[in-house]
């Protein structure tokens, strides 16, 4: 039987493709084997570390109710933020992406996709540092389902973030950036010290990053067990909602 | 209908320097047109600005009626493109995995497992793409343009690394998308592949058109053909010319070989060997040779204008 070529051209659904494109991202994610085990096994590191007092004292009762949800914020941030941009990047520069502006699929939803991607990794390495916090002698306080929200509400922020960086400048200038990022988002964006160390006029202002946000948010429900924050919900939300349109404009293939 | 794709006084710079200096042309619907050139004639900057990558700095280019930069949305889904230089696309994909997302792009696509079979690409379905030789890369690619059933192709230099059985296979495959209806613009600086397989050929140099028709128009635009003999050295060329009808050119390009370019008429080759009969000169392995699109091609690009 042969082939017929006879043109009958029409795009996909978006949400056929949306399912498409997270499934290979997704794939390509897993598939790249060392790079799986650092995302993963960073975060378990760190929270072993963390919760070893001879490192700075953090005032708290139980040290590691305190370190759980910063390292969960902290896994999010560096998967969806430092990965996803410096992955992309890489993407953008060797004409990965430039192949795909030239079919059917949209900026929106190849970023969708690789942010939905992400998503999926992050259950599986939330699930992980909360089993080795309980191992850890973590006590959760808080709901399961707003401790969710606010992750998922946190990887699509920084996940824009992220690939605006990536989609903007070279690939060269979005490493440098997403771990320079990194680091300072880390120690002065209320994720490895509490915001209520800094003065009052700075931690009002840093409570407005997505770091803190989701850091302060993940505290509340799990530290101290309250619902699901309005506070640092919203602000995830309003960065989400800027971020990814904005890199869905900017974003250039090539 | 509006055609494939209509191109009037396109430009495009480079940091002020023209890539692309003035092209208009026309591909019909159902047509194969291919861009012939040298590297940096201004082939892939032409398809690349069709395709909506780049941004014209002058003129007008409408691809099935639409603006590539201003429709991109609408234009997308009906255009299928072949970049150059390997694939493009997630590189750690499996052949099949990769071909079966960009049929997923698609509403109507191909089977995946069928069009891979077709380009011969069966026995590495599972072979991740960046271990694929370089020409199994760009039969994948070419896969990778068809499988959304396009109407329009852009294939830029398909058949570079290419054995040339893999070439062949290849040739057939385009014949049949242009029997089926597809327009197709290619480049390629492979003479032979345009001859073979192009309604029209739009020879490209320095940015500019330097020569356009069908294959066969162009192998007889300017002078026909040549004859070549051999004879004893140092024949009075000049006088040949003199002999012979206007517009012909006689050399001497070797010691005893001479060459006569011009149309090749009865009257020339008679002009020819009376000639030599008169002065008693065998003219010998007296042959009339056809001009080849490369003769042309060279002759087009030797004199650089």
Not at chain 1, 175 to 194: H, K, R, T, Y
Not at chain 1, 218 to 237: F, I, N, S
Not at chain 2, 124 to 141: E, H, I, M, N, W
Request: hydrophobic share 50%.
């Amino acid at each position: 039987m042969t082939v017929s070529f006879a043109p009958a051209p029409a795009a996909a659904p978006p949400l056929r493709m949306l399912a498409a494109q997270t499934r290979m991202e997704l794939r390509l994610l897993l598939r790249n084997g060392e790079q799986v085990g650092l995302t993963l096994v960073i975060p378990l590191l760190l929270e072993f570390f963390f919760n070893l007092p001879l490192l700075y004292s953090l005032d708290v009762p139980r040290r590691i109710d305190f370190v759980v949800p910063s390292v969960l914020a902290l896994a999010v941030m560096s998967a969806s933020f430092t990965g996803l941009a410096i992955g992309t990047g890489f993407e953008r520069k060797y004409a990965v992406l430039k192949r795909l502006g030239a079919t059917a699929l949209s900026r929106r939803v190849l970023l969708l996709g690789k942010t939905c991607a992400v998503l999926i990794l992050q259950v599986l390495q939330a699930a992980l540092i909360c089993l080795f916090g309980l191992v850890l002698g973590w006590h959760p306080s808080g709901g399961t389902v707003s401790a969710a929200v606010l992750i998922v509400l946190g990887t699509f922020a920084f996940g824009g973030l992220g690939l605006l960086l990536a989609g903007t400048v070279r690939a060269e200038v979005t490493l440098a950036a997403a771990n320079l990022a990194w680091l300072v988002l880390l120690f002065a964006g209320g994720i490895a010290i509490p915001l209520s160390r800094y003065p009052d006029a700075a931690a009002d202002l840093l409570r407005w990053l997505p770091s803190a946000a989701l850091s302060d948010g993940l505290h509340q429900v799990l530290e101290h067990g309250a619902g699901l924050p309005v506070r640092p919900a919203l602000t995830l939300l309003v960065w989400a909602a800027v971020a990814l349109p904005a890199a869905a404009r900017w974003f250039r293939w090539e | 209908m509006s055609a494939a794709v209509e191109i009037t006084d396109l430009v495009k710079r480079y940091a002020g320097r023209p890539a692309v200096d003035g092209i208009s042309l026309t591909v019909p619907r159902g047509h194969l047109l291919a861009l012939l050139g040298t590297n940096g004639a201004g082939k892939t900057t032409t398809i690349e600005i069709c395709e909506g990558f780049r941004r014209p700095d002058g003129g007008q280019v409408r691809v099935l009626g639409l603006d590539p930069l201003r429709d991109g949305t609408v234009l997308r889904p009906k255009v299928g493109v072949m970049l150059q230089g390997g694939v493009g696309g997630y590189t750690g994909a499996r052949a099949l995995e990769l071909l079966q997302l960009f049929g997923s792009y698609a509403a109507h696509p191909l089977d995946a497992a069928g069009l891979l079979a077709e380009v011969g690409l069966a026995e590495v379905a599972g072979t991740p793409v960046k271990r694929l030789s370089g020409g199994q890369q760009q039969r994948l690619s070419l896969a990778m343009a068809l499988i959304s059933r396009p109407e329009l192709l852009f294939l830029d230099e398909p058949t570079t690394g290419m054995d040339p059985q893999a070439r062949r296979g290849t040739w057939d495959l385009i014949r049949r998308l242009r029997r089926d209806g597809v327009s197709i613009v290619l480049s390629t600086h492979y003479l032979d592949e345009a001859e073979q397989l192009a309604d029209s050929v739009v020879m490209l140099h320095a940015g500019r058109i330097v020569a356009e028709g069908s294959p066969a128009e162009l192998i007889q635009a300017g002078s026909a053909g040549q004859v070549r003999f051999s004879g004893p050295a140092g024949l009075p060329v000049a006088e040949l010319r003199a002999a012979l009808p206007a517009g012909v050119q006689v050399s001497e390009p070797a010691t005893g070989c001479y060459l006569v370019a011009g149309e090749v008429t009865p009257a020339l080759l008679a002009g020819i060997t009376s000639w030599c009969a008169a002065r008693n000169v065998l003219a010998e392995g007296l042959s009339v040779e056809r001009r080849s699109l490369e003769d042309v091609f060279l002759d087009l690009t030797r004199t650089g204008r």
